[in-house]
């Protein structure tokens, strides 16, 4: 069973651009989480979504968002990009059965670099 | 969460030793945590969990220990092996919550 895939593995952009990022969940799961992880920082949570809707969003400015397709991947988008941004983003997915306290399972990321 | 900037707490241990990383919470209505396993260049890795009805849960070779009095949860590796060098991170959430709160990390160093 193919895990958690993201897309692109690296990209590149400058500042003012936008940026999207694509996620995949695994097989059978409808919850998709993304999370900002700077370098040598812990995960910092960004977005959930659930069956196609936002179900909670982490303290970032609102030109991050996102959205969640019926076959249930997702995307983040981030508008306006600041160098700060340049971060790996990971998405983790579940079953959708039990919120955050169930296993995430964790793509490889991708990583952003804003010039 | 709390950060510690670019400098990631560091364990380096012996091949065969017994490892144990830290990880102190915030909120002492925190009722569920997690550690994850982060290899480089990969995402990370659910390793164990544990509720705060419990202070000890075993998987294989993991232990999770859970203090509530300190707010202090740690993870033990029994014989270390050169594959668990990797960043630990904890998380922590409250039931009815909607994120994990995860901790800035762990980097456990496994000498041959």
């Known amino acids: 069973e193919a895990g958690v895939t993201q897309s692109p593995t690296h990209l590149i952009k400058t500042r003012g651009q936008q940026a999207t990022l694509r996620c995949s969940p695994i097989s059978g799961h409808t919850s998709v989480y993304w999370y900002q992880q700077a370098l040598g920082l812990g995960l910092q949570f960004l977005l959930w979504?659930?069956?196609?809707?936002?179900?909670n969003r982490g303290n970032f400015p609102p030109r991050f968002s996102g959205r969640q397709f019926p076959n249930y991947s997702s995307e983040l988008n981030v508008n306006a990009l600041e160098l700060e941004d340049s971060a790996l983003y990971l998405c983790?997915?579940?079953?959708?059965?039990?919120?955050?306290?169930?296993?995430?399972?964790f793509g490889p990321g991708t990583r952003l670099l804003v010039l | 969460g709390e950060s510690v900037g670019l400098h990631l707490p560091t364990l380096s241990v012996q091949e065969g030793d017994n490892s144990i990383i830290n990880c102190a919470y915030s909120n002492s209505a925190s009722d569920y945590f997690i550690w994850y396993k982060q290899e480089s260049g990969k995402g990370p890795q659910f390793i164990i969990d544990?509720?705060?009805?419990?202070d000890k849960r075993q998987g294989q070779r993991v232990t999770v220990l859970l203090n509530k009095t300190v707010k202090h949860l740690s993870l033990q590796i029994a014989a270390t092996q050169p594959g668990d060098s990797a960043v630990y991170f904890c998380?922590?959430?409250?039931?009815?919550?909607?994120?994990?709160?995860f901790g800035s990390g762990t980097r456990l160093q496994v000498q041959p």
């Open positions: 998380a922590e959430n409250i039931t009815g919550r909607r994120a994990l709160t």
């Open positions: 544990i509720r705060s009805n419990m």
């Open positions: 979504y659930d069956e196609g809707e936002e179900r």
């Open positions: 983790a997915s579940t079953r959708g059965e039990g919120g955050p306290q169930e296993t995430q399972y």
